[in-house]
């Protein structure tokens, strides 16, 4: 799934990554980061019907991992 910052955030990643379908989610980044320093990732998803209307709120595929799971099989 492809996913990054959001845009009136600073501190996320300036371009999209790949993000794991299932992730491990922290739910008190104070813990892990004893400075509460953390930055937000957002999964992306189709927001419009440009990619035909099964595609609308549906997430956006990472093109890297999509790539590599077609190639493997």
Do not use: W
């Not at 980044?29 to 992306?44: D, F, I, M, V």
């Not at 189709?46 to 790539?67: H, L, S, W």
């Amino acid at each position: 799934i492809a996913g990054g910052g959001e845009h009136l955030h600073r501190g996320a990643a300036s371009e999209y990554i790949c993000l794991p379908k299932d992730p491990n989610l922290i739910t008190n980044s104070k813990t892990q980061n004893p400075h509460g320093e953390a930055s937000y990732l957002y999964g992306a998803e189709y927001e419009d019907n440009v990619f035909g209307p099964k595609r609308m709120q549906n997430d956006v595929p990472c093109a890297i991992c999509y790539t590599i799971i077609n190639l493997l099989f």
